[in-house]
């Protein structure tokens, strides 16, 4: 079955570069996301990866996708503290309603 | 700002109840997906509308129900109320295939 993971948490110094990682199960994975969560809002769209595509660069963000490894990674560099938030990956396959199937979600928490 | 408006932004009801959530998507987009977070279950997709049609379903109770309007907004029914719906329900658009743009929510307090 469909299964994204990722670990709940991380803590960061603001400055550093965060890694934020995410493991998925179906190797027909078409589309890849990242969404961001701050609190009390809906989940804003980061960036997106295709499958056929191992890297993914926009601004301060960096996708990284290892698809025979089913892993996703998304970079923030120079983390600032308005960078803190829940991060969600998700990731959709081809046919169907194309329902995106979504991570946990990691908790970035960047302190001074 | 995501294009996806929801009303209401909170709502506070009793045991029992009905309420219904609405949702217009962003222009142009045919697609509404319905979502709920909770802290222990996460998002959980609940069912998505295609212009009109219901397209799939997820976790969605047989309490809930949910239908979209020719004008393509979107509402989702929730009736005899439990504490443990107690949520954020989520509104998403999308043209099919690509990207979902997520509504800033209802948090929905069952007492």
């Known amino acids: 079955g469909e299964d994204v993971e990722q670990s709940l948490f991380l803590s960061v110094r603001e400055g550093d570069s965060s890694v934020i990682n995410c493991t998925y199960t179906?190797?027909?994975?078409?589309?890849l996301y990242w969404y961001k969560q701050e609190p009390g809002a809906g989940l804003q769209l980061l960036t997106y990866?295709?499958?056929?595509?191992d890297m993914k660069q926009d601004q301060r963000l960096t996708v990284l996708l290892n698809k025979k490894d089913k892993h996703l990674s998304l970079r923030i560099a120079d983390t600032q503290t308005g960078d803190s938030a829940i991060y969600f990956c998700?990731?959709?396959?081809?046919?169907?309603?194309?329902?995106?199937?979504f991570g946990r979600g990691t908790s970035l928490i960047v302190h001074p | 700002d995501s294009g996806v408006t929801q009303t209401p932004k909170h709502l506070i009801t009793a045991t029992g109840q009905r309420v219904t959530l609405r949702c217009s998507p962003r222009?142009?987009?045919?697609?509404v997906y319905w979502y709920q977070q909770s802290l222990d279950q996460g998002l959980q997709f609940l069912i998505q509308?295609?212009?009109?049609?219901?397209?799939a379903k997820g976790n969605i109770l047989e309490r809930f129900s949910a239908q979209q309007f020719p004008d393509l907004h979107s509402e989702l029914n929730l009736s005899s109320l439990e504490l443990g719906d107690s949520a954020l329900y989520f509104c998403?658009?999308?043209?099919?295939?690509?990207?979902?743009?997520f509504g800033p929510g209802t948090r929905l307090t069952v007492l």
């Open positions: 998403a658009s999308s043209v099919v295939g690509r990207e979902q743009f």
């Open positions: 179906d190797s027909s994975s078409t589309y």
């Open positions: 990866i295709f499958s056929n595509m």
């Open positions: 998700a990731e959709t396959q081809p046919g169907g309603s194309y329902i995106p199937t």
């Open positions: 222009s142009g987009d045919l697609s």
């Open positions: 509308y295609y212009n009109g049609e219901e397209r």
